[in-house]
C-alpha cells in the first residue's frame, strides 16, 4: 500500500462497496444480512447516508473498503448522534485502515455537529469488538442472542463514543 486516500463514496463506487460488503454477508457476523445482497442495495446505502460522512477507502487507487454515518434516530432531538459502520476488503484488514478513516469519518462529523458515534457490533465479530475498544468506544449496551446466522445464535453489542 503505496498511498491511502478517502474519497465520497457516489454512484460511481457501488459495484467496489458492494463487493466489499458481500464478501462479509457470505463469511462472517460483520454483516447482518445472511444472503448476498444486489446491486441495488448500494441505493440503499447512499439514501441512509445522505447529509453524513460517507467514504470509499482507496489505496493505489483501488477501493478497498468503505465507511458511513448515518441517523441513528430520525427524530432532531438526535441529530448530534450518528451510527457509524465500516468494512475493509479482507485482503487489507490489519494494515491501519480502520483507524484512517475512522480518524476521516470522526473529522468530518464534528464538522456538521455530531457528539456521538454508536456503533453495533456482532458478538460473534471479535476484530471488531476490539478495534471499537481500542479507539476509545465504550460498551454502552447489549442485545442478547437476537440475531441468527449460519445456525448460531449472536448478541448485538452497542459501543458508543463522545468525539
Request: net charge neutral; aromatic share 14%.
Amino acid at each position: 500500500m503505496k498511498h491511502v486516500e478517502c474519497v465520497k463514496m457516489g454512484r460511481e463506487h457501488a459495484g467496489d462497496v458492494m463487493r466489499v460488503l458481500n464478501y462479509y454477508v457470505q463469511n462472517s457476523f460483520a454483516a447482518y444480512a445472511d444472503e448476498v445482497l444486489p446491486i441495488t442495495f448500494f441505493e440503499k446505502l447512499l439514501e441512509v447516508t445522505e447529509g453524513y460522512p460517507a467514504f470509499v477507502i482507496k489505496s493505489d487507487d483501488t477501493v478497498v473498503g468503505f465507511c458511513f454515518l448515518k441517523a441513528y434516530n430520525s427524530f432532531p432531538t438526535f441529530k448530534s448522534t450518528a451510527e457509524i459502520s465500516y468494512f475493509i476488503d479482507e485482503k487489507y484488514v490489519g494494515k491501519g485502515l480502520g483507524k484512517i478513516v475512522l480518524d476521516k469519518v470522526i473529522d468530518a462529523a464534528r464538522e456538521q455537529g455530531v457528539t456521538t458515534i454508536l456503533a453495533s457490533v456482532s458478538s460473534k465479530n471479535p476484530h471488531s469488538l476490539s478495534f471499537h475498544r481500542k479507539h476509545g468506544f465504550s460498551e454502552c449496551g447489549r442485545f442478547r442472542e437476537i440475531g441468527r446466522k449460519f445456525g448460531e445464535a449472536f448478541d448485538v453489542v452497542y459501543f458508543s463514543k463522545q468525539i
